[in-house]
């Protein structure tokens, strides 16, 4: 069975810009969570989407949004770019919503300048 | 402010040796707990969890101990493998309607050969 693929693993923006980032999740898993990570906060949870509503939410501001796709599928937005925004983000699949047992993707690497 | 907490960044064992890893939280509210295993360049994946109603869990190497009332836990690795080498998180899940993972900052384990 595949496992979590995030896409594009690398990304350079300048700040004002907007970002798309995108994840399929393992096939059959219907729950996708996103989350941040940098070195001085460690894993923030973003966001969370079942069945292509969004279930759950952490404490983010409105610059970062996401949706999920019939076919699970999910895609992160950020917009109006910071350079705190710097970080790793990571997508985790499960089979249902609010599950504890999650598989991650390996990221995709954000850098803005 | 952190309410998962490891407060040790890295940590340093020889192989063959017990690798114990620490985590203390804030919330008593948490209700189950988890360890995952990060490698560089890959998502964390999952590794052993363990029920508030427990105080302890066994998974071959892996072993978690949790006191609440210290609100205390660790996880063991005996023997430890230089394959160990990862950075280890601690995550936590809140009760509820919106279950969350709140997360450690990671420690860090060498395990030398």
């Known amino acids: 069975k595949a496992g979590v693929t995030q896409t594009p693993r690398y990304l350079i923006k300048t700040r004002g810009q907007q970002v798309t980032l995108s994840c399929s999740p393992i096939s059959g898993h219907r729950s996708v969570s996103w989350y941040q990570q940098t070195p001085g906060q460690g894993l923030q949870f973003l966001f969370e989407?079942?069945?292509?509503?969004?279930?759950n939410k952490g404490n983010f501001p409105g610059r970062f949004s996401g949706r999920q796709f019939s076919n699970s599928r999910s895609e992160m937005n950020v917009s109006t770019l910071e350079l705190g925004d710097s970080a790793l983000y990571l997508c985790a699949s499960s089979q249902r919503s609010h599950s504890y047992e999650q598989y991650f993707g390996p990221g995709t690497r954000l850098t803005v300048t | 402010d952190q309410q998962v907490k490891q407060n040790s960044p890295s940590l340093s064992v020889q192989e063959g040796r017990i690798s114990i890893l620490n985590c203390d939280y804030t919330?008593?509210?948490?209700?189950?707990f988890l360890w995952y295993k990060k490698y560089p360049a890959e998502g964390p994946t999952f590794l052993i969890s363990i029920s508030s109603i427990k105080d302890k869990n066994e998974d071959g190497r892996f072993t978690v101990f949790l006191n609440k009332s210290a609100k205390h836990l660790s996880l063991h690795i005996v023997p430890s493998q230089p394959g160990d080498s990862a950075v280890y998180f601690c995550?936590?899940?809140?009760?509820?309607?919106?279950?969350?993972?709140?997360w450690g900052l990671g420690t860090s384990l060498a395990v030398n050969p």
């Open positions: 919330n008593s509210m948490f209700d189950y």
């Open positions: 989407y079942f069945s292509e509503t969004q279930r």
């Open positions: 995550a936590a899940l809140l009760p509820g309607n919106n279950r969350k993972l709140i």
